[in-house]
């Protein structure tokens, strides 16, 4: 199963970009990359998903290089509500094998 | 999108007792779910697979005759935690993977809002 990296948190402001970085170096050719938001007492929140380029949705954009070490995570614009913890998952095709890292804790400021 | 639900979202036991927590998918189903646990401050620990029909897979280190996982029909999976002991006292959650065959295989996951126990 292929490990993943994030930092462990972040900090920004309310209207500014973030772009979270996931690694993981060991991706395996059916696997997929996809990320969850976690708010405090709630199950994870699908955010995104990808396999390789750019992949954009109405909440955020995924960035994936050719070689598919790493990950991109971008929330545009972000609020106070954003503050949560985001997960970034290397899941086979079949999500059979969903494993959780540590995860990013987002802080927000106003 | 699909709907996962628990219930119940908060239980709280006396130690020794069994709890038994369900997860349903509302509007699918699912022939596989998936129990994990979050310790405050942690990330999600995934505990066991659920295949309708089939006894559960369980993770290294979770004892399947103290978590007990019944997953009768397509839209049902239960998790009882037997004898419960305060380090049990834990944030569980439950996901439902649909299945859905056609012109693209698809697996899509969703979790459920999670159930807090404590264990007095």
């Known amino acids: 199963l292929a490990k993943t990296t994030q930092p462990i948190s972040m900090d920004s402001y309310e209207g500014q970009e973030v772009n979270i970085t996931c690694s993981h170096n060991?991706?395996?050719?059916?696997?997929?990359i996809t990320w969850y938001q976690q708010f405090p007492s709630q199950g994870p929140r699908f955010i995104i998903q990808?396999?390789?380029t750019k992949v954009t949705n109405e909440v955020a954009s995924l960035f994936i290089p050719a070689d598919r070490k790493s990950s991109t995570l971008s929330l545009p614009r972000v609020s106070l509500s954003d503050t949560a913890v985001y997960y970034c998952?290397?899941?086979?095709?079949?999500?059979?094998?969903?494993?959780f890292g540590a995860g990013t804790r987002l802080t927000v400021k106003p | 999108g699909a709907v996962v639900s628990q219930h119940p979202s908060r239980v709280i036991c006396k130690s020794g007792t069994s709890v038994k927590i369900e997860c349903r998918s509302l509007d699918f189903q699912a022939t596989t779910m998936f129990w994990y646990r979050q310790f405050p401050k942690q990330s999600l620990m995934l505990m066991a697979t659920s295949n309708e029909g089939s006894k559960a897979t369980y993770e290294q280190g979770v004892e399947k005759d103290k978590f007990l996982i019944n997953h009768a029909s397509l839209t049902l999976s239960t998790l009882t935690v037997t004898s419960a002991h305060p380090e049990d006292s834990s944030f569980y959650i439950c996901?439902?993977?649909?299945?859905?065959w056609g012109q693209g295989n698809s697996y899509e996951q969703y979790f459920g809002p999670g159930t807090r126990l404590t264990v007095t």
């Open positions: 998952l290397v899941v086979p095709y079949n999500n059979n094998d969903m494993r």
């Open positions: 060991n991706i395996a050719t059916n696997d997929y």
């Open positions: 996901s439902a993977r649909e299945d859905t």
């Open positions: 990808g396999y390789k």
